[in-house]
């Protein structure tokens, strides 16, 4: 059993509110083994359509240890949203006894090895998203979806 961002399943959670994400070989593994939906934004209380997010000035590590933000394009702050969505989902990973995760790349929440920088161009930084790196922290091993 592993956990999936919910998105790669075609759920339509992603911030725009479309399942565009939809990855067939993820569809194609749930056939085979059981997949674990999860939407870190969402269990974090943030609205599906959303405001595009970002991490501003480093990466979900840096997140977690307080030393930045993550912001949405109209300046709010959603930090406590996903700090509480990445707890939330380490809950789910507990308490079912989950080791796995399998994140949407890129994502601020769910990005492994690269997400994207801040700015909102759509350039790149190395590092986890605040979901992911939270996950790594306590053991679970990420797949990015180009693994699958």
Known sequence: MKLISACLLGIRCAWS??????HDRAIEL????PLIPVC?????????????QEIQGGTGEDVLDKKCTVLNKNGEDVTKEFI??????LKIAKRLKIKEFIGKSRSPSCGSSEIYDGSFSGRLINGDGVTTALLRRSGVKIIPEEDL
Do not use: F, H, M
């Open 30 to 33: 749930s056939k085979l083994e």
């Open 40 to 52: 870190p934004e969402q269990l974090g209380g943030l609205p599906t359509p959303r405001v595009p």
């Open 17 to 22: 509110g479309d399942d565009k994400y939809k």
């Open 84 to 89: 509480r969505g990445a707890d939330e989902t």
